[in-house]
């Protein structure tokens, strides 16, 4: 028996060092990968510069203020570049993140008048995708693409009924009348919920501002504009929401004359991708139960 028991032993710890092996060996090969795939171009050769804005837009997501604005800025600086794509595959996410990319794609634009920056829209660019689209001289959409959702939200979980079931009571103190605004553990406080309703209210005012400062004469203003409906692409040329039907691909070869493409795009590697990933949804699960304003 103790023989038999020996086997086992050693057959886990085999297993063990074979599933360590292979691991090393993926990170290895999606380092290796990475490497691979340096883009060449031709010396002096003009090109369009891509940069990718994908999934939810925060501050420790990829789609991060930081990311983007890395790779916007290294877009404009490079002497080759005709003209910049930004390509939004996003539903939306922090307003804060969304308006300081905005912010930096007019200052770009002011600064480098002659290279244009456009926004080309893959399946859906809502809410804060839609509040960074603004800021482009022009927006190209697909017929099906989803654009719009031009508003603000701040969702939550209440477990009051709950902890009264379990028999838990909630023990809150506070210096600072407010200081528990829109805590999740205890009943929602009237005066609490118009405050926040009042600051949803100015957030939503300056997405609309931003909105009508960036799409100007364009926008066909309807009582549905800023309601947070979403529309199709064919419906947002309508409403001058967007500007046309485009692709990456026609944008850079029929409106920059520049069919070689380059990306710019902020990439992570392998090991630091899985390890932020890894990170980031720990931290995601902990902040689900809190409060968050988002442009979604």
């Known amino acids: 028996m103790e023989a038999l028991a020996e ?21 290895i090969l999606g380092l290796a990968l990475e490497w691979g795939q340096t883009e060449k171009f031709a010396d002096g050769a003009k090109f369009t510069a891509l940069v990718d804005l994908n999934g939810v837009i ?31 595959n996003s539903p939306g996410g922090s307003p804060v993140q969304s308006g300081i990319i905005n912010d930096e794609m007019r200052r770009l634009r002011a600064a480098h008048p002659e290279i244009p920056l ?24 697909d017929k099906a693409s989803i654009v719009g959702s031009i508003g603000v939200l701040m969702d939550g979980f ?47 005012q300056q997405f609309i501002d931003v909105v009508r400062k960036g799409r ?16 199709s692409g064919a419906k947002s040329i309508e409403l001058g929401l967007a500007d046309g039907y485009g692709t990456v691909d026609s944008v850079a070869r029929d409106v920059f004359k520049a069919s070689e493409i380059r990306d710019f795009s ?27 304003v988002t442009l979604r």
């Not at 086992?8 to 090393?24: A, D």
């Not at 399946?123 to 800021?135: K, L, M, R």
């Not at 004469?217 to 504009?225: G, I």
């Open 7 to 27: 086997q086992r032993r050693g057959r886990r710890w085999g297993i063990f060092f074979k599933l360590l092996g292979f691991g090393y060996l993926v990170v």
């Open 58 to 88: 925060k501050a420790k997501g990829d789609a991060n203020a930081e990311n983007i604005i890395t790779a916007l800025q290294a877009a404009f600086d490079d002497k080759h570049t005709v003209g910049v794509i930004l390509r939004i």
């Open 118 to 141: 456009h926004v080309v829209v893959e399946d859906v660019c809502a809410s804060g995708g839609y509040y960074v689209a603004a800021a482009a001289d022009k927006i190209f959409v």
């Open 158 to 204: 209440g477990f009051t009924g709950t902890m009264e079931k379990l028999g838990v009571e909630r023990r809150l103190l506070t210096a600072g009348e407010s200081k528990g605004f829109l805590d999740p553990f205890s009943p929602q406080n009237e005066s609490h919920k118009d405050h926040a309703k009042q600051m949803l209210g100015e957030i939503h």
């Open 216 to 231: 100007g004469k364009r926008l066909k203003e309807t009582p549905e504009m800023f309601s947070g409906l979403m529309w």
């Open 266 to 292: 902020v990439k992570q590697n392998f090991a630091e991708k899985f390890a932020k990933q890894f990170g980031a949804d720990m931290a995601e699960g902990m902040a689900n139960v809190m409060t968050r």
